[in-house]
């Protein structure tokens, strides 16, 4: 089971939205799209859902059920007036899956979601709104799961918590596409990273090996590192019990292993991505 398109591209009137877009993500796995707003994620993502049709190329999503994909663009649509469970029922007659009690309250508890609950959905937070916009998606069990900014507007509790459902269902064999603005988030959770901009792909490969490539300073927490003197021959800025210093992903080791020589407890090393190398490759 896997989803990908190769040489995609769309165009609306004289702006380019994308221009030959390949990409590809296997079953169990989490891969990223990032991209500023504007980059042409939404409209990539709208194009392997099957609600656009690109100008050129072509999309293949290996999957023998009913369903190939399952998705969110931009924001879960939802009827805020009904249940969780009403939703549910609604979407699922829409597209003819199984809509008995028993297997809607599978989907909730599937996706972390209180099946007492008989409040209407306007009242639920925007992460649990993810979360029932992602048992929609998931009805008829596709084998690709899309999921366009899902991380918007959560706070740091809702963010965390959606990870760990994505991750989850990521075990399950599904393969999984998300896009984000954020390269933070990302980086935490995708296997594989497909920078986009100005609706091309312009970066990518594995997460590890391009956030490495595109750091060029770390930040480092712990008592009293500002007074290392390891740290004293790098260019850094203090901010309480952290400094962000300019070294490389080859440096890095080396420092923190001088860090511990020094006896100074390192509670965390943070990489600082450069997006602006990340966005804007030198061999582009």
Do not use: W
């Not at 597209?95 to 209407?120: C, M, W, Y």
């Not at 596709?142 to 999921?147: W, Y």
């Not at 990302?186 to 990518?204: A, E, P, Q």
Request: with cysteine; glycine share 8%.
């Amino acid at each position: 089971m896997s989803i990908s398109c190769t040489q995609v591209s769309k165009q609306y009137g004289s702006v380019i939205a994308l221009q030959n877009v390949s990409i590809s993500c296997k079953a169990g796995e989490i891969c990223g799209i990032v991209g500023a707003n504007g980059a042409g994620k939404t409209t990539l993502f709208k194009i392997l859902i099957g609600l656009v049709t690109p100008d050129n190329g072509s999309v293949t999503i290996e999957n023998t059920g009913k369903k190939k994909a399952g998705g969110i663009i931009e924001k879960p649509a939802l009827y805020e007036y009904l249940t969780a469970y009403e939703n549910l029922k609604v979407f699922a007659k829409m597209q003819g899956a199984n809509s008995d009690k028993s297997t809607l309250h599978q989907f909730l508890k599937r996706v972390g979601l209180p099946i007492e609950r008989k409040d209407p959905v306007r009242n639920y937070s925007m992460g649990m709104k993810q979360r029932l916009g992602i048992a929609i998606a998931l009805l008829n069990n596709p084998s690709c799961l899309i999921l366009d900014e899902p991380f918007s507007g959560l706070d740091p509790m809702g963010i965390e918590s959606l990870r760990n459902l994505i991750l989850k269902l990521s075990k399950e064999n599904l393969a999984i596409l998300i896009s984000s603005h954020i390269v933070d988030v990302l980086s935490k959770l995708c296997l594989k990273l497909y920078v986009i901009n100005n609706g091309s792909i312009v970066n990518s490969g594995d997460t590890a090996a391009l956030i490495s490539e595109n750091t060029n300073a770390y930040t480092i927490c712990g008592s009293g590192i500002a007074d290392s003197k390891t740290l004293q021959k790098y260019e850094m800025i203090e901010r309480g019990n952290c400094v962000t210093v300019s070294v490389s992903s080859k440096e890095i080791p080396k420092v923190l292993q001088q860090l511990a020589e020094e006896q100074i407890s390192i509670t965390s090393c943070t990489p600082e991505v450069d997006l602006q190398k990340l966005f804007h490759p030198i061999s582009q």
